[in-house]
């Protein structure tokens, strides 16, 4: 199997010397700038960074009933501000998904705007964030796709069915996009197999704790660097061995598997 090396520095780091700024960290020798950032906001407990990761995103995506959190939660953190200008100051470009759970009131709101919004109440077979990322896909050219980073917010905790549609979301377009569901708690991505990832972390934002979890297969093989309990040509599986209570030992992870594996981490945003 030939190794390549995939662009999995999705990850967040933040305390950057510059900006003190979440950011999303580049691979050595690539342009900075030439990773766009799209922010997909789900219908649950959007994290405190959010208005950061707002502000360094060129495409912002409501699932469905994420709008009402944008619409409800955004003016609760800035109260000397009027809701109506914060409102205006992070409205999203488009609203997607089978409309079932965005309140009447705002989705006239937004529409009022001049927002997107994209009715697809005729599909009951795909999830909100589906729709979201399809549309993702569809409107970004191919070759800039190696480019993105999708942030999911509001994609872990909460309903857990939701959470393994997510967790279906980043399976069903794991080798197309780069996605990660993030909460407050944790960052969430799967690995494809059959890549060398180098993973760059921040550690002033993210661990100590991490995992590698096979998902689909077990794994018969994985090997990896960077970690405190390191994989040597290791296998895992539910019912024996599974990486997780990991801890980082490095800024950066390698991982090489002939299994797909979330990678995990836990965050930890002190505003
Ligand atoms: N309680 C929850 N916990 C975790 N994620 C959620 C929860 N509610 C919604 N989400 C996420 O936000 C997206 C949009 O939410 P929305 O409430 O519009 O979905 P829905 O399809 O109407 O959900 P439901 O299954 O409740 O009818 C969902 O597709 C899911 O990813
Ligand atoms: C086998 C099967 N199980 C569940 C659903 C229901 N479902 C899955 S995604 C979705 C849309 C949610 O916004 C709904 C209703 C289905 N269609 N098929």
């Given at each position: 199997m030939t190794m390549m090396q995939h662009n999995t520095d999705h990850v967040l780091f933040y305390g950057d010397s510059r900006n003190n700024m979440i950011r999303s960290k580049k691979k050595d020798g690539d342009d900075d700038d030439s990773i766009m950032l799209v922010l997909v906001l789900l219908n649950y407990h959007l994290p405190r960074f959010t208005p950061i990761l707002w502000d360094q995103a060129s495409l912002h995506v409501c699932a469905d009933g994420g709008a009402n959190r944008l619409y409800d939660?955004?003016?609760?953190?800035?109260?000397?501000?009027?809701?109506?200008?914060?409102?205006?100051?992070?409205?999203?470009?488009?609203?997607?998904?089978?409309?079932?759970?965005i309140?009447?009131?705002?989705?006239?709101?937004?529409?009022?705007?001049?927002?997107?919004?994209?009715?697809?109440?005729?599909?009951?077979?795909?999830?909100?964030?589906?729709?979201?990322?399809?549309?993702?896909?569809?409107?970004?050219?191919?070759?800039?796709?190696?480019?993105?980073?999708?942030?999911?917010?509001?994609?872990?905790?909460?309903?857990?069915?939701?959470?393994?549609?997510?967790?279906?979301?980043?399976?069903?377009?794991?080798?197309?996009?780069?996605?990660?569901?993030?909460?407050?708690?944790?960052?969430?991505?799967?690995?494809?197999?059959?890549?060398?990832?180098?993973?760059h972390v921040n550690r002033s934002f993210e661990g100590p704790h991490c995992g590698l979890v096979p998902l689909g297969a077990p794994s018969t093989s994985t090997t990896t660097t960077g970690l405190h309990w390191n994989l040597d040509d290791t296998p895992m599986a539910f019912g024996s061995l599974i990486s997780t209570c990991n801890l980082l030992e490095s800024d950066i992870v390698t991982v090489r598997s002939d299994a797909y594996l979330l990678w995990t981490t836990e965050i930890r945003y002190e505003p």
């Open positions: 939660e955004l003016p609760l953190w800035f109260p000397d501000d009027d809701p109506a200008d914060v409102r205006q100051r992070y409205k999203p470009d488009v609203i997607k998904g089978d409309l079932d759970s309140r009447p009131e705002v989705k006239e709101y937004y529409s009022e705007m001049g927002v997107k919004i994209i009715d697809e109440s005729h599909d009951q077979d795909t999830t909100d964030l589906h729709k979201c990322v399809i549309f993702i896909r569809d409107c970004v050219p191919d070759l800039d796709k190696n480019h993105i980073k999708l942030l999911v917010l509001g994609g872990l905790g909460g309903r857990f069915d939701h959470e393994a549609a997510n967790i279906n979301v980043l399976y069903t377009f794991a080798t197309v996009l780069r996605i990660v569901l993030l909460s407050e708690e944790s960052s969430l991505t799967l690995l494809p197999s059959g890549y060398l990832h180098e993973i």
